[in-house]
């Protein structure tokens, strides 16, 4: 039973540790995105469109 009660504290802390970890990539994410200008973002934009259109003949 002891063992039972170990484990389960462990998968806490795991998932806890994994939830922490995934909030700080998402504030990441989101710090390097509110420093672009909106021209930034258009031109990032219209170069992933240009990457995933097909060449045209």
Do not use: C, N
Not at 36 to 47: A, G, H, K, Y
Request: proline residues 7%; positive net charge; charged residues 30%.
């Amino acid at each position: 039973m002891e063992v039972l009660v170990k484990l389960w504290k462990v998968l806490g802390l795991a998932g806890l540790a994994g939830v922490a970890a995934s909030g700080a990539i998402i504030a990441r994410d989101q710090r390097q995105r509110a420093q672009l200008t909106p021209e930034q973002v258009r031109d990032r934009l219209r170069e992933r469109l240009d990457e995933s259109a097909p060449p045209r003949p």
